[in-house]
């Protein structure tokens, strides 16, 4: 260790040095000697640490989700009983709001109040959209077949790994516990090295919630702890949130194996702004959703394509929003942007930055660092105008607060430009005619969009198309990625249950 971690920040539960893994609902000593620290990129403060699970510590969750999964004591358990345990899950997280947002603060740096809207609010959102889903699905069905009745069965998949980025942490760990416990299976988790503890005390509240013992194990960890999860013989299905370049190796990986695997990855979304907006209405929103979370976000809309007639006094509102956004510390009331996970992050921004300047950008409000927040890594809002979307800045996912102002003289060409992109997350438009903007919606290849707003919602699919990742999450798509389907054929004169 160290340091030690100040009083404040140990005060906050699921804060502190912790010397054991949560295995299979139960503390245990880790097989490894390795230690993972967790500093405050906002403030440095050292918020706490935890044993960082190598091969054998993965092998033993492994195990441990087979034994529970191959009993039944969870897979077998009806599906609206395991429905409730999920809603009884998400009731305790808004119970323990403050506390949990805190720990969310202090490991990522996000404004408390920003990590209640952007990741407790959908987290819990989505428990509930999975607990609605499992009740919902059509678990057995009969069919007409060509040779007499066939019954259609949907099974858990099986012992679930998952692996998640560290971004929106309460939020990712929220969606994969969801969706594998509404399924039925057991999952061992591995979260991001720069957020493992949130995810302990969720897997806590999912057990204390009636999850069973065997069901949830935290693997803490990096890159390596995660390769032992996707090798391991003993997991039926990866799911896996973070960079496009990790999920082309999973992929590789769990194609190799026959292994179940769906990917959820990065992005560089477009805003479509029409000719007929009401910019006074929505300049904020529209800088706001490449801005949010400092701009550490999948979905985040970091090219806004604007008519070229109107552009000035749209980049002038959206220039105008950034200003208010005040970037800060936890502990500032005020603050709505926090800092980017790191300092080598911040230094990869900006080299983004001034490779858009080198390009021929014009950086109309040049963030930089901001004065008097020098212990964490902290960047302003960077809004570049005269980006065309060849230039790095709009192709590369930046991960930063940085937005390029892309101007368009028909709006053929602005859905050309947005559809010009590796990725394929998200994407959205802003007009004063809906169904000009539905219109619009079906021409751009992305797995969500929004008409004058943004937002995932938890009840419907979620995903990328192109290198934004492979499957969808959320909602009964979300819920069916877990799920195996088994067809029964019934001999000759089978009578079909009554309550079928
Ligand atoms: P990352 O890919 O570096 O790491 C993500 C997770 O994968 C971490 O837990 C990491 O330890 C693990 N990991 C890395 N390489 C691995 C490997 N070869 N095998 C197994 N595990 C491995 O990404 P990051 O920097 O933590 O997160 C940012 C990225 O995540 C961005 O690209 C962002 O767009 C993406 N993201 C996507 C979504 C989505 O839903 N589409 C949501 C949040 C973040």
Redesign the pocket.
Known sequence: MTETVEAATAAIPGAGDHNQLYLGGQWVDPHSAATLEVFSPATGVRVGSTPEADAADVDAAVKAARASFDSGVWSSVPPAERADVLDRAAALIEERSAEITALVSAEMGAPASAVATLQQLPGTGVLRAYAQAARDYAWVEYREGLFGVTRVTREPAGVVGA??????PLF?VCNKFGAALAAGCSIVL?????TPLIANVLAEIMVEAGVPEGVISVVP???E???A??DHPGVDKIT????????K??GA?CAQNLKRCSL????KSAAIVLDDVDIAAHGYMLAFFGLFNTG????AQTRVLVPRSRQDEIVEAMVAAAKTMTVGTPDDPAAQLGPV?SERQRQRIEGYIEAGKAAGATAVLDGGRPEGLDNGFFLNPTIFTGVTNDMVIAQE?I?GPVVSVIAYDTVDEAIAIANDSDYG?AGSVWTADVERGIEISEKIRTGTFGVNFYAIDPGSP???YKN??IGR?CGPEGLEAFIEHKSTMLPAGYQVPQSS
Do not use: R, Y
């Not at 959820?264 to 992005?267: F, S, V, W």
């Not at 550490?296 to 979905?299: E, K």
């Open positions: 692996i998640t980025a560290w971004n929106v990712l591995k979260p991001a090295p720069e960890g990096g890159a702890t995660g390769k999860l996707v896996f949130t973070g960079s496009t370049a990790a999920g190796a999973i990986s959820e990855l990065g992005g550490q976000a999948c979905v996970i996912e991960f997350l979620f995903g990328g934004s990742g999450e």
